[in-house]
């Protein structure tokens, strides 16, 4: 068996028809037809009216963060169980951020603990869907609305998922993306700022770019950022997009399989609750490990996994426990984020999975832990 990593990137559609273009017409900076192109096509597959295409996803949520005003002496919540970048971008602005609990059954930021961390500083809420699964919606927006705060989505891990009938992405006054060479689609690195309002998209355009006056070159208002795409890295991310249909569909059978070749574990593991408001997406097979049923624990489990060429993630540290953001906790507890934390592992999830390497995973998983 083959090495087996978390997530690689797939490209089966026009990446090198689109590279050979860019260097054929020497278009491999941040002019050039791509950009555009991945710009309104995914802007439309999200359901949004504008798109502004960044270097990476923290550049993209600092742009978001920027544009809304948010600086020192203001408040942004943020889940406490994440990929780092949201929070680091709240701080570049000189915010604070305010880490908030997760739900035991979602794991997603719990809107119940939103409403009890919000002050007269918060001015935003970051809604993460992790691991592809969608946040409540409409609980985070009506509390938006009710306090007069700004949501933005950090949909990097999420692209196509769905709540209610809705892509993620198109519920933000600022919605961003990643496209990393581990996320759903890739442009090796790469971001994307979506929204409706044509205000805020013009904001960005220019602090993007420098800050530069986008009718006098050279003439600069504001003091912007070199947060740009390149047409090279538009070129993948175009082509990946005219995929994602597919890579989507095939990553939903990679989910579908783990389900049924580990429905026998029982209790073994534990799974997110099943819900009719949302259409998830598997960026990473994830699951608990009941470490009291199954007698292994968690890094013992990955531990052992490796040793059979396979490959696997535990869940992100929680915020508050490291050392650059201990200082962010106060009195808080995060119960739930410690507890996912502790027992969440991501499985082998990447879009050219086989169903062979399936069979294979779960059959080692199912062994590990029932022979303890
Ligand atoms: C990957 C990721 C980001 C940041 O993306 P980069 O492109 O690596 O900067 C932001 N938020 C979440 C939740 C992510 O998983």
Redesign the pocket.
Known sequence: MRFIPVAEPVMCGNEKKYIEECLDTNWISSGGRFIKKFEDDFASYCGRKYAIATS??????HLALTVLGISRGDEVIVSDL??V??VNTIIYTGATPVLVDVDKDYWNIDPMKIEQSITPQTKAIIA?H?YGYPCKMDEILALAQKYNLFVIE?C??AHGAKFGDQRVGSFGDIS?F???G??IITSG???MCLTDNEVLAEKMKTLLNHGMSREKKYWHDVVGFNYRMTNLQAAIGLAQLEKIDFLLKNKNQISKKYNENLKDLGDLIIMPKKNNWAEPVCWMYSILINQDKAGVDRDELIKKLKEENIDSRPFFYPIHQMPPYQKYQGPKEFPVTDYLSAKGLNLPSGANLSEEEIYYISNKIKNLLKNK
């Open positions: 990476n996803g923290t550049t993209a949520l994440t990929f970048s949201p993460i992790l950090d990097a891990e961003c990643s496209f990393f581990n996320k690195e790469g971001g």
